[in-house]
Every structure is written in structure tokens, then in C-alpha cells.
């Protein structure tokens, strides 16, 4: 069997395909700890096996069937289940499927399912890898929304644009009259490799944009471990140095007892007192930075009020939460519930648990509040006057539980609010 300008083409395009799919694949799903050679081995006998069925068969039904086949095979090598597999299979040939199809009706008519196949076009074949992987690169932006990790909006339409224009201006060049095979050839070269510059770029614009998100993610985590240790250090120093005082307080306690000045002695008893009490309150030890940060800070501000503050907390150091994340969600419900507490006379109370359980990330937070509570559209909203301002903080707290796939519940009772938030983890 000879091998002509088209069959060189096509093997070409599916080893695009490859790249497609692979991209495609870790869109959604990891790939499986230390199954790296058996992922290119996976990628490699579709490589083979879909050439082979190609040259030998090349009936539409047959061809399906083959790509449905050994992309469940790459499949395997990705951490989901079996169900997973199926679906993602399914969903990364659909695509592709329905690309091709579209590029073929634009390109070639009267199709039969069992029949040979006997397509052509080198520019259709080209054309619709082009197009699959435009695709591809929507998909892509669409999780990373989700994910918030959305690329600028200008850089996302300049990388995108350039394949549909280019593909705009083949479908144009070969519709044109008097264009010799060789010149289609070399146009669809062209074009190939201006993408391939393009996917280039975007992907070097991606990762470095991502790299200056860690970045500022990290810089955040600093400040977040400063705010920490600075807030330990002054608690260590006052306690030092309360404990330095404390047999020259107790001498002198001593001495005024000896002398019967019992309502002097109380009354130092009472400044001692009320001396302590302003020293610096560390509310969580977990050792966990972001969370320890956030709940010493907020709770810290409201130390010399009238609140009675209970703080449960229990998490590993490292969480697979971005430090962003968490700031969103216990620095929105916090200020919630201080507010609430503010706002009342007399004593009250605040109840904060943090726990860690089977991948699950639990955030119980409650507190008394005046009993005012407004509804809209059947969610709680703010009762502030300015609501777009302060009505952001549950609507961000929302965003972050859907981006974990969590749960958010807000319950008020007759004069307690809770505030109870799960995130899955790994």
C-alpha cells in the first residue's frame, strides 16, 4: 500500500489528537499516581490502533467504535471511576465526533455508516483538529471560571480568536476558483503552524498567569504566618511578663491582707483583674497559619467586649484549601456574626467550631443575635441599608462552597443564628 500526501496528513493530525485528547482529559481528571509510562503507552496504541483500522478499514461505524475502545484505555490511567471513565469517554469522542461530522458535511456529502469512508481534504482534516482544539481551549476557560482561576479577558478572546479566523480563511481560500492542490497544501501548513505558535503562547501566558496567582497566594500566606507569629510573640511577652510581676504583686497583696486594708486588696485584686484581661487572647493554636490568623484577628477585636467566645478548633496544618478560599469564608461569616453579637445589650455569646473529618472541612459558627432576619427571592439577605455593599460577603462565601462542590446553611433560630459551611476536600 502506498502512502500518499493524505495518509502522511492524517497520521500527523492524530498525533495532534492525542495532545487534544490529553488536554482535554486533565481538564477534568488527575492522572493516577505514578501511571505516567502507562499513560504513554495508553496514548500510544490508540495512536497505532486507530492508524491501522484507518488504512485497513476505514468504515465510519468501525472507526467509532476503535476510538470509543482505546480512549476508554487512556481512560483507566486517570483517577475516576468506572462510571467516570465511560462518561468522560463518551463526552471527550462526542466532541470530536461532532466536529468532524460538521467539517465532513462542509467538505464531502453523501456519508454511509458502513460503508468505506474514502475522505480526502487534507485542509477538512486539518481544519477540524484546528476547530476540535478551539474547543478544547473553551472548556478549559469555562473550568477555570468555575475554579476562579479565569484567565484576563483580553488575553482568553486573542488566543481564541486567531483559530476561527484562520479556519474562516481557508474554508474562503479553498472555496475560491483557479487554487492548485499544492497550494491548498501549503496554505493548510501555514495555517497549522500559526496555531501551533498560537496553543504555544497560550499555554506560556496561562502558566505564567497562573504562576503570578500562586504567587499571590503565597505573598497572602506570608503575611497571614506574620500576622501569627507577631500575635504569639506579644501574647508570650505579656504573659512573661505578667509572671515576672507576679510575686512582687503577691508580696504585696500579702502585706495589705497583714494590715487589714481588706477593700484595698480587693481592689487590686480587681485592677490585676481587668490587667489580665486586656493581654493578648489566643483563640486557635491549630498551627494551620491562614486559620489561626483570621480567628485570632477577627476575635481578638472584640476581646474587651461583653461576648462570651467559645473557639473549637481542629485541622491538619495543610489543607488542599487555597488560602484564598478560606480568608473568603471565615472573614465574611465572622464579621457576620460580630456584627450581630455588636448590636446587642448585655452579654452575649459566639460559638466557633473548625473540624477536619474524612475529607470533609466543617465550619459551625453561631451567635446570638437581635432576631432580624429579611429575606428575598427565599435567601437571606442583608438587613444593612447599604446592600450592595454588604450583601457581597455571603454571595462570595456561595461562590467559594459551589467552586468545592459544599454546602452552605444558614439557620436562625429565635435569638441564635448558625452558620454552618462543608467543604470536600482531598
Do not use: W
Not at 467559645?310 to 491538619?316: G, Y
Request: with cysteine; aromatic share 10%; proline share 2%.
Amino acid at each position: 500500500m502506498q502512502m500518499t500526501l493524505y495518509d502522511i496528513v492524517y497520521l500527523l493530525a492524530n498525533l495532534f489528537s492525542l495532545y487534544i485528547y490529553k488536554r482535554m482529559m486533565s481538564v477534568f481528571f488527575p492522572l493516577k499516581h505514578g501511571a505516567k509510562k502507562q499513560a504513554i503507552l495508553a496514548y500510544s496504541l490508540y495512536f497505532v490502533g486507530t492508524g491501522i483500522v484507518h488504512f485497513l478499514i476505514d468504515i465510519p461505524i468501525v472507526m467509532m467504535a476503535a476510538n470509543l475502545f482505546f480512549l476508554l484505555i487512556i481512560a483507566r490511567c486517570y483517577e475516576v471511576g468506572i462510571r467516570k471513565q465511560l462518561l468522560a469517554v463518551i463526552y471527550v469522542y462526542f466532541v470530536s465526533f461532532a466536529v468532524e461530522v460538521l467539517m465532513t458535511a462542509l467538505t464531502m456529502t453523501n456519508i454511509t455508516p458502513m460503508e468505506k469512508y474514502g475522505y480526502s481534504n487534507i485542509a477538512g482534516i486539518v481544519l477540524c483538529k484546528i476547530l476540535y482544539f478551539f474547543i478544547v481551549l473553551m472548556i478549559e476557560n469555562i473550568v477555570k471560571v468555575k475554579k476562579h482561576h479565569s484567565l484576563p479577558l483580553g488575553l482568553f478572546l486573542a488566543s481564541t480568536s486567531i483559530p476561527i479566523m484562520t479556519i474562516i480563511i481557508e474554508v474562503l481560500f479553498q472555496m475560491s476558483s483557479g487554487v492548485s492542490q499544492s497550494t491548498i497544501v501549503i496554505s493548510v501548513l501555514v495555517i497549522f503552524f500559526i496555531n501551533t505558535v498560537v496553543f504555544f503562547l497560550y499555554d506560556s501566558l496561562s502558566a505564567s498567569y497562573d504562576k503570578q496567582l500562586k504567587s499571590a497566594i503565597a505573598e497572602q500566606e506570608r503575611a497571614y504566618y506574620y500576622n501569627q507569629c507577631k500575635l504569639m510573640q506579644e501574647s508570650t511577652e505579656d504573659v512573661r511578663a505578667f509572671r515576672h510581676d507576679l510575686n512582687n504583686h503577691l508580696f504585696l497583696l500579702q502585706n495589705l491582707m497583714n494590715d487589714g486594708k481588706v477593700k484595698e486588696a480587693n481592689q487590686y485584686v480587681n485592677e490585676l483583674v481587668q490587667k489580665h484581661q486586656k493581654l493578648k487572647t489566643v483563640y486557635a493554636a491549630t498551627g494551620n497559619a491562614a486559620i489561626d490568623s483570621i480567628l485570632n484577628y477577627k476575635l481578638g477585636n472584640v476581646s474587651n467586649l461583653d461576648v462570651h467566645i467559645d473557639v473549637q478548633a481542629n485541622v491538619p496544618t495543610e489543607l488542599n484549601v487555597e488560602i484564598v478560599d478560606l480568608s473568603v469564608i471565615l472573614t465574611n461569616l465572622l464579621d457576620n456574626a460580630l456584627t450581630a453579637v455588636t448590636e446587642l445589650e448585655g452579654e452575649s455569646e459566639l460559638t466557633v467550631k473548625i473540624t477536619y473529618q474524612k475529607g470533609m472541612l466543617l465550619f459551625h459558627i453561631s451567635n446570638r443575635y437581635n432576631g432580624r432576619i429579611q429575606y428575598e427571592n427565599g435567601e437571606l439577605v442583608t438587613t444593612k441599608k447599604e446592600k450592595d455593599e454588604h450583601g457581597r460577603g455571603l454571595r462570595n462565601v456561595r461562590d467559594v462552597v459551589e467552586k468545592y462542590q459544599g454546602i452552605l446553611q444558614l439557620k436562625p433560630e429565635q435569638d441564635t443564628f448558625i452558620a454552618e459551611v462543608i467543604l470536600y476536600v482531598a
